[in-house]
Structures are given as C-alpha cells and as structure tokens.
C-alpha cells in the first residue's frame, strides 16, 4: 500500500523558514517523480515544485522560486521541501503527491499524503 | 500558465440523479502529436486529500465507479455522475497536465439536493 506521511508544518513568523518532509512507503521511490501541492484553508489546489526521480531535475511555480528547495533522499525514501523567506500568503497545507508515471514528470498525481499545514503569521 | 474554469461553482442534485461539472481551459490542451488531452479530474471529500479520478481527459482510474465520466476536448470537458450517490459528495477539480506548471481549476463543490 502506498503511503505518503508529511511532517515540519507549524507555525512560523513572516520571513523565518521551515523544511517539510515526506516519508513514503509502498513504491519503488527512486522511480517516480514527487510534488508538493499546496492548498490554502478553505482554496483551491495551487502547485509548488517537482523533483524528478533521480534528483537531477527541479521546478517550481513563480511564487515560490528563489525561497523554496525540493531534494529528496532515495536512500531514506524521504521528500524534502526547504521553505524560506516565508510570507503570510504560504499559509496552507502542503500535499506530497507522488507522480503517477514511473520514471517521468507527468504532473498526474494518483497518491497524496494527509497533509501538513503551515501557517506564517505573527 | 493555463487558466483552469470550472462552471458552476457549486450545485446541488437529488439522489440517484446526472451531476455536471464543466471544466474549460484559456488554451488547449490536446497535444496533437499523441492525440490526447492532458486534463485530469479529482475528488476531495471533507478533510481528505484529493483522490485521483480520471485522466487523459475520459480515462477512469482502477477502482473508480463507473457512474463517473469524462469527456470533452480541447478547451472544453465534463465531468458526469451518472447516478448521484451520498459517498459523492464532495469537491471536484479539474487540473491541466499539459504545460510545466499543471494547474487547477477553482473546483465545484456537490451537495444533495
């Protein structure tokens, strides 16, 4: 069974930082591609980054780049997201999404974690 | 990036009768070379994670019923319960996998009437 367990959400002043993890379980972690998502209390879905499954390759959406880093770690089969910087417009819960397509970025995501939620406030 | 807009926001059917859920982008997203369009479907029940339903537009997940379809092309697709049931309450998005950025719609919320 597939498993995505994210952890480090949390409260954080404007400006201070944050890292997330995800441990998966259940796949072959080191071939597939992995996202967060994030979703703001009560929004709509808003995509972040993706990390290609050997690590070699990253992307992220304009309102995260330069303050935001995905690695991952295949010998742990652990996700990593490094937020800095962080504003009050990150609030939101951060999905880990496993890609569905082995060895590519297909950006269809047919497993999501629970959750963690970051709320940056003062 | 491609805008997502689903249409209505939220709506409200009896029991055992057609839900639609229109989902149309700012471009299209058919890649003429495989023929197919990059547009996915999800469900996300209260305080869940969203659960992949469909994909390449009209493609059913394993283990979907298959009171729910999709169709459409292009910049235009639906999303149909053919047969409301009380476990489909829920929100649905629709979501583009056609460019770098995949984006999503605003969702639709459905109700029991």
């Given amino acids: 069974e597939v498993q995505l367990v994210e952890s480090g959400g949390g409260l954080v002043q404007p400006g201070g930082s944050l890292r997330l993890s995800c441990s998966a379980s259940g796949f072959t972690f080191s071939t597939y591609a992995m996202h967060w998502v994030r979703q703001a209390p009560g929004k709509g879905l808003e995509y972040v980054s993706v990390i290609s499954s050997n690590g070699a390759n990253t992307y992220y959406t304009d309102s995260v780049k330069g303050r935001f880093t995905i690695s991952r770690d295949n010998s742990k089969n652990t996700l990593y997201l490094q937020m800095s910087s962080l504003r009050a417009e990150d609030t939101a819960i951060y999905y880990c999404v496993k890609d569905s397509q082995w060895d590519q970025t297909w950006g269809v995501f047919d497993y999501w974690g629970q959750g963690t939620l970051v709320t940056v406030s003062s | ?113």
């Avoid at chain 2, 379809?69 to 998005?93: H, K, M, P």
Wanted: hydrophobic share 30%; proline share 5%.
């Fill in chain 2, 1 to 113: 990036d491609i805008v997502m807009t689903q249409s209505p926001d939220s709506l409200a059917v009896s029991l055992g009768e057609r839900a639609t859920i229109n989902c149309k982008s700012s471009q299209s997203v058919l890649y003429s070379s495989n023929n197919k369009n990059y547009l996915a479907w999800y469900q996300q029940k209260p305080g869940q994670p969203p659960k992949l339903l469909i994909h390449w537009a009209s493609t059913r997940e394993s283990g979907v019923p298959d009171r729910f379809s999709g169709s459409g092309s292009g910049t235009d697709f639906t999303l149909t319960i053919s047969s409301l049931q009380a476990e489909d309450v829920a929100v649905y998005f629709c979501q583009q996998y056609y460019t770098t950025t995949p984006t999503f719609g605003q969702g639709t919320k459905l109700d029991i009437k």
